[in-house]
C-alpha cells in the first residue's frame, strides 16, 4: 500500500482547480504520476493540503502536516507536489525551487517528493 501526502499550490488549490477532484480522479485511476502506484492495491492519501503560500513557504507547512500526522499516528512515505505547483511555476511566478524542496524534505523528514500528479 502506498502512503502519500498531496502539496498544492495555495493560489490555485481550490480556487482555480476545484475540490482537488482531478488529483483524486488520477489516484482512482492510476493516471499521471500515480500509474507508478498501479501494483498497489490501495493509495492511502494520509493528507492533501497546501503549500503555505508565497513566497515559499513551504517548509513550514510542511513541518506542521508532519505534526499533525504523526499526532495522528498516520505516517506516509511520498510527497506528491502537484500539478498545479507544476503550473504556478511554468506559467506564474512561483519561487519554489524543486530540486532545493525535494532535498530539503528528504533531509529533515526523510520524505521521497515527486513532483507531479494528474495530467488533467
Ligand atoms: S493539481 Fe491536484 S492538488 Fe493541485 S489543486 Fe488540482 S487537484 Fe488539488
Ligand atoms: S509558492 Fe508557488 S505553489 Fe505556493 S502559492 Fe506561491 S505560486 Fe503557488
Same mark, same amino acid.
Given at each position: 500500500m502506498a502512503k502519500i501526502a498531496i502539496v498544492g499550490c495555495k493560489r490555485i488549490q481550490?480556487?482555480?482547480? %476545484?475540490?482537488?477532484a482531478k488529483c483524486l480522479k488520477a489516484i482512482s485511476k492510476r493516471?499521471?504520476?500515480?500509474?507508478?502506484?498501479? *501494483? *498497489?492495491?490501495? %493509495?492511502? #492519501?494520509?493528507a492533501l493540503g497546501d &503549500? =503555505?503560500?508565497?513566497? =515559499? #513557504?513551504i517548509m513550514p507547512k510542511v513541518t506542521l502536516m508532519n505534526e499533525i500526522t504523526n499526532m495522528l499516528e498516520r505516517d506516509y512515505d511520498i510527497i506528491h507536489l502537484g500539478t498545479c505547483i507544476v503550473k504556478a511555476k511554468k506559467t506564474g511566478? &512561483?519561487? #519554489?525551487?524543486f530540486d532545493q524542496v525535494t532535498a530539503l524534505i528528504k533531509e529533515n523528514f526523510d520524505k521521497e517528493v515527486i513532483v507531479g500528479t494528474h495530467n488533467y
Open positions: 481550490d480556487q482555480l482547480c %476545484i475540490s482537488c493516471e499521471g504520476e500515480f500509474a507508478r502506484y498501479k *501494483d *498497489d492495491d490501495k %493509495i492511502d #492519501l494520509v &503549500c =503555505g503560500d508565497c513566497p =515559499g #513557504l511566478k &512561483c519561487p #519554489l525551487d
